[in-house]
């Protein structure tokens, strides 16, 4: 895993956007039915309780677009389920509120976030290959101890890191605050607009930079919007996994 500077100091707060991709003995059972077939197209944990160890169980509620009856047959398949509710929404969607024991594989990468002063941000989204994303709040040092504190087995990608500001969230979290002005300024003057209204050049007045600045600026925070809009829904794509350019003030 790449190194990653969050700074020394405990404020301001800072967050962490970041992929986590489990080895097959550590998937969940539902997990794992999301990895080796297609029947759910994307699934995410809306929001969660696991905070009564002494019975050992959790409740969880997700929401997902999925192929309804194959995905019934797998969780009443799973043993650590207890009971669980499923509210359709339509026809390829619907809610799932979970009462389950807790798994002791997921205990062990879990104890990375006990005793740091940390919140997971929801929703935590799982893409076609069962890994999942989610946004991470707290100091520097417990973000950092977080990640060191993670099995080695599992594959870390950060995506973002920074003070937290989610004004703009959850799209346009990875754009720098100069990206944001471009777009920003490009809606301002109708480069957006259907005919467009303002060209790069209008924008570039709007920054006061040159024309060129401008566009690659606009090209940075459209490429980068695009991947984690595209990640946000759990498709799978090579270029939205692993096409994020280095962080900089462009």
Not at 60 to 89: G, H, K, M, N, Q
Not at 102 to 120: G, K
Not at 182 to 201: L, N, T
Request: with cysteine; net charge negative; proline share 5%.
């Amino acid at each position: 895993m790449a190194v990653v500077t969050f700074g020394t100091d405990r404020s301001p707060m800072k967050y962490l956007d970041v992929r986590l991709s489990q080895p097959d003995r550590m998937l969940h059972p539902m997990q794992r039915f999301i990895r080796e077939g297609d029947a759910v197209r994307y699934e995410e944990l809306r929001a969660w309780n696991i905070a009564a160890p002494a019975d050992g169980l959790e409740y969880e509620l997700f929401y997902a677009e999925a192929d309804r009856d194959a995905y019934v047959d797998a969780i009443e398949a799973v043993d650590s389920v207890r009971w669980y509710d499923l509210t359709p929404i339509d026809d390829g969607s619907f809610y799932v509120y979970i009462c389950q024991e807790t798994r002791p594989e997921d205990v062990r990468w879990r104890r990375a976030f006990a005793a740091l002063n940390l919140v997971v941000v929801p929703p935590v989204v799982y893409d076609a290959e069962a890994a999942f994303e989610m946004t991470v709040v707290g100091a520097g040092e417990d973000l950092r101890a977080m990640l060191d504190g993670l099995p080695d087995a599992i594959d870390v990608t950060v995506r973002a890191i920074g003070e937290y500001d989610r004004r703009h969230a959850p799209v346009s979290g990875e754009l720098t605050e100069r990206q944001l002005e471009a777009v920003a300024a490009a809606v301002d003057v109708g480069y957006y607009e259907i005919p467009r209204e303002g060209g790069v050049s209008a924008v570039a007045d709007e920054l006061d930079c040159a024309p060129s600045t401008a566009a690659t600026l606009l090209q940075k925070a459209q490429a980068r919007v695009m991947r984690r809009l595209v990640r946000r829904r759990g498709r799978s794509s090579a270029r939205a996994q692993s096409g994020n350019e280095p962080f900089s003030d462009e």
